[in-house]
């Protein structure tokens, strides 16, 4: 792959070969076009680049550090190293993005950030974010994932954001994102949406990625500076996929890297069982972009089930589904129960609590490290658990000698 | 396209109504379309219900679910039209979003459209470059209009493009929101707005949408525009009576006439 990979993708008009673009209502399209103007003009100046690199050392704590499992190798073989999200501030690697899209909300002068949250990892990153700036913040949560992800729900309040319940269809993320453009189409000039992946209409995807790959930049050095080479492979777990395409950012020129993107498996590979888009989707249009679906024949968006509420949404990022498409990045899925094996097994050996999403990536490591002992990896431990702890207690906890 | 094109060159004021197909009831649609032809709606926007709308209200959304429950389908649809094709004399227009469209493959769709004589399409998502450079080929090789949209958002360099590509008329959203029947008159802000697209001295006739619910806004859009179209108001009529025939026409009378 050229050199100019980040040049190349997206076209002007948001599209990553036939993925992409904004298929939108008119009524949101004339908003995109000034966010992606803004986007443009704002966000390469200087004054941006300068205060976002402020906030990321001093207020999120970046570089978070990547670190060698020695436990977890001995083990399971391979040489396994975390690229450590989960100690960015408030716990995962969405205040990447979100700093960056409420910078950019600031110096557009718009008062409210609207957006969804799956696991509740994205809408408190924004709530942290619209405290910091001082705007109003309205967040649209599943009323299932409400109910699953409570700590993360109260986080939200304390941070002084607004969350706003939705109770249609199946009551999770792709109902929030619903609910979210609904209340954003109404107000559209006071307020942005700050949509929580590389998914959406353009500029969202590329905005996101480019906020993200912050992750693949400081991994890169910070992996070669301690082993003095470049991992063998990348993995991350994919939803919509930002911290997979963040993480992904610092390798993908590089192609003697093997990229691995991690989609849920959930129970089975039945309809309603699962949210692995890239293994049995086909190619639509959600939300205003065009990627990989899992639809049904008439072109309705399939229900989807994960034990991770943060991957359980039918389409994924459209850069991911043009990567699928060239070969450049390895899609494959685990199951919950791998999930949740890689879950207690990381807790154990290392001390690190891993959010459910994250513990997708870390349970596909295992079996690459279980197949290829001499193998480097570099997981990207994009959230922790604190969040997960009460749902996987009370629901797996007796296997795992807990109660 | 050509029964659009002459009902416009011969009639002012129209009145176009919009309705979910399989709403209340599967076999609505008949019932439904004929009533308002009777009731002297000047053509039909037939919805195909999709569960992810980014442009509906409440009361077009609700509709769509529940006509997605009833078995709705564009593959049903499809067949209710065949069989109702020459009863109804009005044109008729499908609008719904892109993707049941995309799966059930473009031009197998238009051929569909042509075959039970569809008019004109609406699809909101669908984008104007995507459509010129993918499908206009498409479409006006078999006779079917695409009808885009615009918003007070919309620049005027924008209008022009679109004004250019349109084949019967332009859909003008009279207010930057989701559908929805509002009540008031016309604020200064859409005066401004419809002024400002009459100025330009278009070539396609526009209609306006979005927030007409009674017989007064009708006729007072129609001193800005060649016509108007009611959606949500009348799906809650549907909601409330149901699809009964004299009921419908009575509406629709009452919208057009005041009476």
Redesign the interface.
Known sequence: MAQSYFKQYPSKDGFYKEYGGAFLPPVIEEEMKKITEAYYAISKSHNFISELRSIRKHYQGRPTPVYYCNRLSDKYGGRIYLKREDLNHSGAHKLNHCMGEALLAKYMGKKKLIAETGAGQHGVALATAAAYFGLECEIHMGEVDIAKEHPNVVRMDILGAKVVPVSKGLKTLKEAVDSAFEAYVKDPENSIYCIGSVVGPHPFPMMVRDFQKVVGVESKEQFYEMTGEMPDSVVACVGGGSNAMGIFGGFIENESIDLYGVEPGGLSMKTGDHAATMMQGKPGTIHGFKCYLLQDENGEPSPVYSVASGLDYPGVGPEHSMLKDMGRVNYDMVTDKETIDAFFELSRLEGIIPALESSHAVAYALKLAKKNPQTSILVNLSGRGDKDIDFVVEKYGKDYGIG | MEKLQTLFKQKKDLLSVYFTAGFPNIDSTLPVLKALEEGGADFVEIGMP??????DGPVIQNSSTVA?KNGM???VLFEQLKELKKSVKIPMILMG????????GVEAFIEECKEVGISGLII????Y??YIEEYEKLFTENGISNI????P???DDRIKKLNKASTSFIYM?SS???TGARNGGLSPKQVDYFERVNSMELKTPCMVGFGISNHQNYKEVCNYAHGAIVGSAFIKHLENIGDDHNEIVGFIKKLKNGQ
């Open positions: 999709y569960s992810d709308p980014l442009a997605l389908s564009l593959k979003y892109f993707n049941p469209v995309l799966k059930f909101p998502d669908l984008p470059e995507t885009f949209l615009i918003t958002q919309t620049p959203v930057a929101a989701v």
